[in-house]
């Protein structure tokens, strides 16, 4: 059983939200604009996860690519008050292993659907446990994100307002359902407007032009990776993409460079975004705001949140009502929140004097190249401002004498050419130290990704000692 509580912020117990967020459980904020035929298949998929024996508080386990069935599982979940654990589709064995063993579900839904008697009535509260969501890694064990029924409604409610969502928009949604942004961007928030929402069940670009297309597509959200592809697919035209309206895009290279361009071809409003598993879409930008810093920062504030820099270490901390409520692991919960109660995101940010964020890197994704830290966000972000180099990923490589150098692995332009001398003149002109510039360049078709969506920094970094001595 999960069962998240609320006593002390330095056992990863974030206080109880009190204030205007306070409101109903996510069954009940989705409920209210089910039509018939959506209510009583939830209804009846509940009743049977009941009658398979599953109660308040349990777990619910299952790994299925994106789809209608996920959605139903998630809903029947919150409507008896158990716990979603949805499983990305592609995680090995020995991941799913570590899932089941640390949530210890009282089900796992391996065929069809659980089909019984319809339970109309919701048994949870909001203060209760929705889902547990795990984060993607390269290398170390998946951390298991508890999200209440409170948050997720809160979240919810919040983004359909920031982003203008009105029921006639239609969200594509490749991203993993077992993931916040696929549950926040595909289920949830499509709920309370509610819009339409269309599944991949993996990403695609070109059968994503032709789904833009078809569905009139007006709302997207992902990593800048998506989109490159998307606007590099071999049937992408303007006319096809020209139902969209919104993209929203976080994670790394979101630059100023990548909404410039994703802007002029997708020829919508493309906005950076900035969140994590444990903290979802905390800053964006807004109808109005000042387009200079919606292109240069990764947004400012939604809601509530709150936000402060570490003054000793520049890591950004958060707090606010849809934050996370601990780690399924306990001991994990005690580095993640400061002692009163604010959670380290391990990102390293800047914070400008009018609130608007800019993250310049993670703390563990700095390079120590003779003493100097390098952000590689830094490097990333002149890397991609060169007009040949579409997407870059700078990471370290062992050195004898610096200890690390930095590599950068770029993907260009078809038919640009980028190399070290190119590299090097570029840094020298826009005035960045010497000691950042990249040491090695490697050209790539494409970068190796973890599961949603982002660059395994992990994979290249095991890659990179290869290449240097290559």
């Not at 594509?172 to 991949?200: D, E, W, Y």
């Not at 936000?307 to 919960?333: I, K, M, Q, S």
């Not at 826009?430 to 000691?435: H, L, P, T």
Request: glycine share 10%; charged share 25%.
């Amino acid at each position: 059983m999960i069962e998240p509580t609320y006593t002390h912020a330095r056992a990863g117990e974030y206080a109880r939200p009190r204030g205007p967020w306070d409101g109903p459980t996510i069954d009940a904020a989705l409920s209210a604009h089910d039509g018939a035929d959506v209510a009583e298949r939830v209804a009846r998929v509940a009743g049977g996860l009941r009658a398979a024996g599953v109660r308040l508080h349990d777990a619910v386990c299952w790994q299925r690519p994106n789809g209608d069935d996920v959605r139903l599982l998630l809903r029947a979940c919150w409507r008896i008050g158990a716990v979603a654990v949805p499983i990305h589709h592609a995680a090995g064995a020995a991941d799913v292993d570590v899932i089941v063993e640390d949530t210890a579900p009282s089900l796992v839904v391996e065929d069809a659907l659980p089909d019984g008697e319809p339970v109309r009535d919701g048994a949870s509260s909001p203060a209760d446990a929705a889902v547990v969501l795990y984060t993607s890694g390269s290398t170390a064990r998946p951390k298991g994100v508890i999200h209440t029924h409170r948050g997720l409604a809160y979240k919810a409610r919040l983004m359909a307002a920031v982003h203008g969502l009105q029921a006639d928009d239609a969200v594509l949604m490749p991203a993993p359902l077992a993931h916040i942004s696929g549950l926040q961007n595909g289920i949830t928030l499509p709920g309370v407007v509610p819009m339409r929402a269309v599944f991949m069940a993996r990403w695609d670009p070109e059968e994503a032009v032709r789904i833009i297309e078809r569905e009139r597509i007006t709302f997207m959200i992902g990593p800048p990776t998506f989109f490159i592809s998307l606007m590099a697919a071999s049937n992408f035209t303007p006319s096809a993409v020209s139902s969209l309206r919104l993209v929203s895009s976080g994670g790394a290279g979101v630059t100023p460079a990548f909404v410039e361009e994703a802007q002029r071809v997708l020829g919508c409003v493309v906005k950076r975004t900035y969140g994590s598993t444990e903290a979802p879409t905390i800053t964006t930008t807004q109808p109005g705001d000042d387009p200079v810093k919606a292109m240069t920062t990764d947004g400012r504030p939604t809601g509530a949140v709150e936000l402060r820099t570490d003054p000793a270490t520049g890591e950004l901390l958060v707090r606010g009502p849809e934050l996370f409520c601990g780690y399924t692991d306990p001991r994990r919960n005690v580095d993640a929140f400061t002692d009163d109660g604010w959670f380290r995101t391990g990102d390293l940010a800047a914070i400008d004097d009018d609130g608007w964020l800019t993250i310049v890197g993670r703390l563990k994704d700095i390079i120590i190249r003779g003493g100097e830290n390098i952000p590689a966000a830094e490097v990333e972000a002149t890397l991609e401002a060169h007009p040949a180099v579409r997407h870059a990923v700078a990471v370290g490589a062992p050195h004898e004498r610096l200890g690390e150098q930095v590599v950068a692995y770029v993907m260009v332009t078809p038919g640009a050419g980028f190399d070290l001398a190119a590299c090097r003149e570029w840094f020298a002109t826009r005035g960045v130290a010497k000691f950042k510039t990249p040491e090695h360049v490697v050209v790539v078709d494409e970068l190796p990704l973890l599961a949603a969506g982002k660059p395994d920094r992990g994979a290249l970094r095991a890659r990179a000692a290869d290449d240097v001595t290559a």
